[in-house]
């Protein structure tokens, strides 16, 4: 457990930072880490005065809470200040090095507060990666007041937390930093060097575009150019560096994929419409810009799984087996040998013949169940297995398919208020071309059924 217990007994002082600000030692992230919650950076939305946060401090008042957000946006800053303006003790644990035992402790600090006549405010860190029975001791705790929680995670709280957990804490979600929260850390990291960022104005962007909203990562890339020479070999001064010089420099690649904004749908978006418009080598180049700008390899297995389904359907039934077997094969090999799985696929579904009736069908069917309603089934098709059931009709003329000539009865199965519809209407490529001769054939059967039975077979009746 790494729990560190300090005041903010006075409802507002700011805390201490560790160490004298001024001391070179100490990473310039650290150095420059907010001392009032005024000074944090790009989480307007919760620490305004409109913000949810922000009406809780000026109520005076603190609930448990959840913070959501990706690395380097303060989470831990956050609540550290919090814990300050409120007036709670501050303790802080990580769900990676915790356990049972490291819980147990936590809450007898908490007690020993208490006895003092002090809250406390317990910062769990990636409380995600704690079990569930885990994340169900902090409930006792939370409802009778021995602690208000503040848990931080960058997984989705809807998914890796309790519902119980959840239902006593409220989800605040911190955002990655824009251009304008980065340009001020920038900005404070030259006031605190007391000399400006040796770079022009695209390297200065290019620097914020590195860091890829991560505040801290922002920071860090000023301080390593900060420390860069400013005189060559012949005493001269270098000229300010560009985005090429800083991506050289820093031994940094510059981002030119933002995971999270306009890159990430820009190109997962090119991706798709490349496969859908049956050109493997555009598709391939764009599967290797996004792995090439960190994009998550299991997040380009599900999107391949959603062309197989959506854009080529039945026209080639391979493609889905295929597909889920790519996302299995990069599970069994992991980066970088899976990702070829994910290339052989990728080439697969863009040459691949093309098809969106299953896809258009499924959505004509849910537009049509949705406007129904509790229309019943008709009642030659329900079971009847009370004799109560059977006297109201439940199951009467219904014809067993595999006794009927050709294993096709040709009877109806949609709701009588409804009648028969039709939704799927495959296409004549690939192997779909096939499943339109069997409706045909089935069609042709069903005419010919209703023909011979007066036409009761094709219109709800009991057949």
């Not at 769900?95 to 405010?121: H, M, P, W």
């Not at 599970?331 to 299953?358: C, D, R, V, W, Y």
Request: aromatic share 6%; with cysteine; charged share 25%.
């Amino acid at each position: 457990m790494t729990a560190d217990l300090f005041g903010g007994a006075d409802g507002g002082a700011p805390l201490a930072p560790e160490g004298p600000v001024d001391d070179p030692t100490r990473p310039l992230a650290d150095r420059l880490r907010p001392t009032t919650l005024e000074e944090v950076v790009g989480q307007e939305h919760l620490l305004g005065a409109d913000g949810p946060l922000g009406r809780m401090l000026s109520a005076g008042r603190l609930g448990s809470v959840i913070l959501w957000g990706p690395p380097g946006v303060g989470k831990t800053t956050v609540a550290r200040l919090l814990a300050a303006r409120v007036g709670l003790s501050f303790i802080q644990i990580s769900a990676i090095f915790s356990g049972v035992a490291e819980l147990r402790k936590t809450f007898e600090t908490a007690r020993a507060e208490r006895r003092r006549g002090r809250s406390v405010l317990l910062f769990v860190d990636e409380i995600h990666r704690f079990n569930r029975a885990q994340q169900d001791s902090f409930l006792p705790h939370m409802e009778d007041g021995l602690i208000t929680l503040v848990g931080a995670t960058t997984e989705n709280p809807s998914f890796e937390l309790n519902a119980a957990l959840l239902s006593r804490a409220q989800v605040m979600i911190l955002r990655r930093l824009d251009e304008a929260a980065l340009e001020l850390l920038l900005a404070r990291a030259e006031a605190a060097a007391g000399e400006p960022l040796p770079v022009t104005e695209e390297g200065r962007a290019a620097l914020a575009s590195m860091a890829d909203g991560d505040g801290r990562a922002c920071l860090t890339l000023a301080e390593e150019a900060l420390a860069l020479p400013r005189l060559g070999a012949d005493g001269a001064p270098l000229p300010p560096l560009g985005p090429a010089d800083l991506a050289k420099a820093l031994r940094r690649r510059a981002a030119v994929y933002d995971k999270n904004r306009d890159g990430h749908y820009g190109l997962i978006s090119a991706l798709h419409k490349a496969v859908r418009g049956s050109d493997p080598d555009a598709a391939l180049y764009w599967l290797c810009r996004m792995l090439e700008g960190g994009e998550d390899p299991m997040f380009l297995a599900r999107r391949l799984v959603r062309m197989a389904v959506e854009d080529i359907g039945l026209a080639d039934p391979e493609a889905l087996r295929l597909t889920v077997a790519a996302k299995e094969a990069y599970h069994f090999l992991g980066s970088p040998e899976g990702e070829l799985a994910l290339a052989q696929a990728t080439i697969h579904l863009a040459l691949s013949p093309k098809s969106n009736a299953t896809y258009v069908a499924y959505k004509e069917a849910r537009r049509a169940a949705a406007e129904s309603g509790s229309a019943a089934p008709p009642a030659h098709i329900l079971n009847a297995p009370t004799a109560l059931m059977k006297d109201q009709g439940f199951g009467a003329g219904y014809a067993y398919d595999h006794d009927a000539e050709d294993s096709f009865s040709g009877q109806a199965y949609f709701p009588e208020s409804v009648g028969p519809q039709r939704f799927y209407r495959p296409v004549e490529r690939g192997f779909e071309r096939e499943m339109g001769k069997r409706l045909a054939y089935f069609e042709k059967l069903r005419a010919a059924r209703q023909a011979a039975d007066g036409g009761d077979r094709g219109d709800g009746g009991e057949g």
